[in-house]
């Protein structure tokens, strides 16, 4: 292991050129993947945001005890796909309408009796913010007998889950692009070097050496190259993510746990590559 260390280190020095194009190619095309991922991690946390909004609401009869409510609510609670519950009392729901509804202060002025019911405000689990199991919880709502109506918002609910299920497909889509694409990158770049060296491959079969001897100090090579190409590819998403939150939009950058793995694929792409590629030329030998 540490013979083949050392001659992984060794191809820096003899092909200085090539090891620098190589990791050059490994970090734009894991640049590249990287800035997907982040496109996807943001927009994932922004519809996050959006599915908190998702909420139920049940608006009471009138007259409607408050002793009963409260037993309600502890049975709603109760519901795995409810997160909490809050109520909202008729003349709670008249001042609110006043604060948002400014333009209607005069009509709100001229009111001799509220109109406004009381309701209950349902938010919901993460997971289960969904039109299905939102429609779910509602039918169960309408079991109540102190429920007068029900309502979710179902068409913004299923616009959202439509996004969801488009984001999700193109990420699985785009993600897979960029990664088959960085590993043809990857391996090109490494079967140059394999080729160079490929009269010193042909004497070391010569000589005995198997197939795992030849082929470990390429992979610790390309796992080498596929390390310093995800560093590379990390600072340049800085770089662009800062540029991006200071001049358009404030977003959220790689965790430690993210950018470690941004790393760990470089090194996994290096090994696949040179796998693959060593592996080729091993059988023409």
Same mark, same amino acid.
């Given at each position: 292991?540490?013979?083949?260390?050392?001659?992984?280190?060794?191809?820096?020095?003899?092909?200085?050129?090539?090891?620098?194009?190589?990791?050059?190619?490994?970090?734009?095309?894991?640049?590249?993947?990287?800035?997907?991922?982040?496109?996807?991690?943001?927009?994932?946390?922004?519809?996050?945001?959006?599915?908190?909004?998702?909420?139920?609401?049940?608006?009471?009869?009138?007259?409607?005890?408050?002793?009963?409510?409260?037993?309600?609510?502890?049975?709603?609670?109760?519901?795995?796909?409810?997160?909490?519950?809050?109520?909202?009392?008729?003349?709670?729901?008249?001042?609110?309408?006043?604060?948002?509804?400014?333009?209607?202060?005069?009509?709100?002025?001229?009111?001799?009796?509220?109109?406004?019911?009381?309701?209950?405000?349902?938010? +919901?689990?993460?997971?289960? @913010?969904?039109?299905?199991?939102? /429609? %779910?919880?509602?039918?169960? &709502?309408? !079991?109540?007998? *102190?429920?007068?109506?029900?309502?979710?918002?179902?068409?913004?609910?299923?616009?959202?889950?439509?996004?969801r299920s488009v984001a999700?497909?193109?990420?699985?889509?785009?993600?897979?692009?960029?990664?088959?694409?960085?590993?043809?990158?990857?391996?090109?770049?490494?079967?140059?070097?394999?080729?160079?060296?490929?009269?010193?491959?042909?004497?070391?079969?010569?000589?005995?050496?198997?197939?795992?001897?030849?082929?470990?100090?390429?992979?610790?090579?390309?796992?080498?190259?596929?390390?310093?190409?995800?560093?590379?590819?990390?600072?340049?998403?800085?770089?662009?993510?800062t540029v991006v939150s200071? +001049?358009?939009?404030?977003? @959220?950058?790689?965790?430690?746990? /993210? %950018?470690?793995?941004?790393? &760990?694929? !470089?090194?996994? *792409?290096?090994?696949?590559?040179?796998?693959?590629?060593?592996?080729?030329?091993?059988?023409?030998?």
């Amino acid at each position: 292991m540490r013979l083949a260390a050392r001659e992984a280190l060794r191809s820096f020095r003899r092909a200085p050129t090539l090891s620098l194009l190589a990791v050059t190619t490994i970090a734009f095309a894991l640049f590249v993947m990287s800035l997907f991922v982040l496109v996807a991690l943001n927009l994932r946390a922004a519809l996050a945001d959006v599915e908190e909004r998702v909420e139920i609401v049940v608006y009471l009869r009138r007259g409607t005890p408050l002793e009963a409510v409260t037993v309600a609510m502890d049975d709603i609670l109760a519901f795995p796909e409810v997160a909490d519950v809050g109520y909202v009392s008729e003349e709670q729901a008249l001042t609110r309408a006043r604060a948002e509804l400014r333009e209607f202060q005069d009509v709100f002025d001229e009111l001799e009796t509220n109109p406004l019911p009381a309701s209950l405000e349902i938010s +919901l689990q993460p997971g289960f @913010r969904t039109g299905r199991h939102a /429609e %779910a919880v509602a039918e169960r &709502l309408r !079991g109540f007998r *102190f429920a007068d109506d029900v309502r979710f918002g179902r068409d913004w609910v299923a616009k959202l889950d439509r996004l969801r299920s488009v984001a999700g497909a193109m990420g699985l889509l785009v993600g897979a692009a960029f990664a088959a694409a960085s590993i043809i990158i990857i391996g090109t770049t490494i079967r140059m070097t394999v080729l160079q060296r490929s009269k010193e491959i042909a004497l070391m079969r010569l000589v005995g050496a198997t197939s795992g001897f030849i082929r470990l100090p390429f992979l610790l090579d390309g796992a080498l190259k596929g390390a310093l190409g995800g560093i590379c590819a990390l600072g340049l998403s800085l770089a662009a993510y800062t540029v991006v939150s200071r +001049l358009l939009i404030q977003g @959220r950058f790689f965790s430690a746990g /993210e %950018a470690l793995l941004v790393v &760990l694929f !470089g090194i996994a *792409f290096g090994l696949l590559a040179s796998l693959v590629s060593v592996g080729r030329h091993l059988r023409d030998v």
